[in-house]
């Protein structure tokens, strides 16, 4: 896990160990500070600032979970869903863009959420804090080796996103057991790659990027187009362009109409 002190565990500790190890030292703590507020009732004591440890990282998340609820989200990101809104206790995937995956990760983690990333080794935490992720509240299992989807499990227990490469194809009984805890959670799973019965179906069939002259110059922003399917087969994709970055930074739709500059500089997104 990066930013937590996952590296700290001894090596012969699996993936799904340390998940449970965390979920199990914030229930505890949790019991602590409900006994302490207990305590404090009877006889207030000066507060003393804990320091932020994994497990309270943890607890916190714990604490601010709720269920049934529509998630914070970047407007560009709403143009893309079914209703104009994440849900927790749905399931998205994405398909040719980790930038797009961070994009939807970014409004809730803007609002406080938190997220967790799962099989995903690659991902890169400062070009997730470019696009609005706080790297405060964000839990990374980069390798979960066989043991993913319990690791997967484990985590939409505490946080309130979760990010998912799969390591094959994934089962209907699978998606099924992990859809009902999501929804008992009200936590969102992003599926990098296909899962069955997905809310949505996101993939960036091309983009071209801005800032290059002949030869020279810096790349400063991508255009991409976004096909995007709702739930059940006969539904029609959509098709948005965004700005994904724009040269600002910025995650937002391509206002005009006409089909991206240069069509013959597309490529697929890795």
Not at 28 to 38: F, T
Not at 176 to 198: D, E, K, N, Y
Not at 222 to 244: D, F
């Amino acid at each position: 896990m990066t930013g937590t002190s996952a590296t700290e565990l001894p090596a012969r500790v699996t993936a799904l160990d340390q998940a449970r190890t965390l979920l199990a030292r914030a229930k505890e703590q949790k019991a602590a500070r409900l006994l302490q507020v207990s305590e404090e009732a009877v006889a207030p004591a000066p507060t003393v600032l804990a320091p932020r440890t994994t497990e309270t990282r943890v607890q916190q998340a714990l604490d601010t979970a709720t269920v049934d609820r529509a998630l914070p989200t970047l407007p560009a990101v709403a143009d893309l869903l079914p209703g104009a809104v994440l849900r927790g206790g749905s399931v998205y995937s994405v398909r040719g863009s980790t930038a797009l995956v961070m994009a939807m990760m970014a409004g809730p983690s803007a609002e406080g959420a938190w997220c967790g990333v799962v099989g995903m080794p690659s991902f890169g935490a400062e070009a997730a804090r470019g696009l609005g992720v706080d790297l405060e509240r964000l839990v990374l299992v980069p390798d979960p080796e066989r043991d993913w989807l319990s690791v997967v499990a484990a985590l939409v227990d505490a946080l309130t996103v979760v990010v998912v490469r799969p390591p094959g194809e994934v089962t209907p009984g699978e998606a099924s057991r992990l859809s009902a805890r999501l929804r008992t959670r009200g936590a969102m799973l992003i599926a990098v790659g296909s899962w069955p019965g997905s809310e949505a179906r996101l993939e960036v069939q091309g983009n071209t990027w801005t800032g290059l002259g002949e030869g020279e110059g810096y790349l400063t922003g991508r255009q991409a187009t976004v096909a995007v399917t709702g739930r059940g087969a006969a539904v029609r994709p959509q098709q948005h362009q965004l700005w994904l970055p724009a040269p600002d930074g910025s995650i937002r739709r391509i206002e005009s109409a006409r089909p991206l500059e240069d069509p013959a500089r597309w490529e697929a997104v890795g």
